[in-house]
C-alpha cells in the first residue's frame, strides 16, 4: 500500500470511530477521570453506567432531573457556583476543563436519562 493509500485508509477508521464514539461519548465523560469525572460525587440510575457508591451529589435519575431542560442542564455544567455559589461541583465550562462540544454531549446524556 502507498503512503497516500494508506492515509486514506486511515481517514476511513477514523471518520468510523468518531461516528460509532458519539452514542458512548457522553457517558465516557460522566465516568472518566481525566474528563468530567461525575462518578466521583454522582450515582447513575441502574444499567446507566458503572455502580458506584459516590454521595457527594444528588443521584441523577428520572425523578430528580425532572425540570431540567437542556439549556439548565447546560448551565450547571457550564458553572454550578453560579445557582450555588457554595457547591463543591467543579465550574466545567468556565474553567475550560471540558469543551464546549463535550459539555453538549454530556448534556445529551443526562436528557437521555430523564
Ligand atoms: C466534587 C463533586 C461533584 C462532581 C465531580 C460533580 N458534581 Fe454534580 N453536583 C455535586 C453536588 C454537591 C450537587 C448538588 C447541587 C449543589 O451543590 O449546588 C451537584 C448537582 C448536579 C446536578 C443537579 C442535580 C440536582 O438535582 O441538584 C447535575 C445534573 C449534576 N450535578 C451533574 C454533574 C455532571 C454531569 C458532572 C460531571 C461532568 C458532575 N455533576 C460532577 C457534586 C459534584
Redesign the pocket.
Given at each position: 500500500m502507498g503512503a497516500g493509500l494508506r492515509l486514506v485508509a486511515a481517514g476511513a477508521m477514523l471518520a468510523a470511530t468518531t461516528a460509532w464514539g458519539q452514542a458512548v461519548e457522553g457517558r465516557d465523560?460522566?465516568t472518566r477521570a481525566d474528563k468530567?469525572?461525575?462518578i466521583?460525587?454522582?450515582q447513575l440510575p441502574p444499567g446507566s453506567g458503572p455502580v458506584v457508591r459516590a454521595d457527594?451529589?444528588?443521584r441523577?435519575d428520572a425523578a430528580?432531573?425532572q425540570g431540567?431542560d437542556r439549556a439548565r442542564?447546560r448551565a450547571?455544567?457550564e458553572d454550578?457556583t453560579r445557582?450555588?455559589p457554595g457547591?463543591?461541583?467543579?465550574p466545567?465550562g468556565r474553567h475550560r476543563l471540558?469543551e464546549a462540544g463535550e459539555i453538549e454531549r454530556?448534556v445529551d446524556f443526562?436528557h437521555a436519562l430523564r
Open positions: 465523560l460522566f468530567g469525572g461525575c466521583a460525587c454522582h457527594v451529589g444528588p441523577l430528580r432531573l431540567w442542564l450547571l455544567l454550578p445557582a450555588n457547591t463543591v461541583m467543579p466545567y471540558l454530556l443526562l
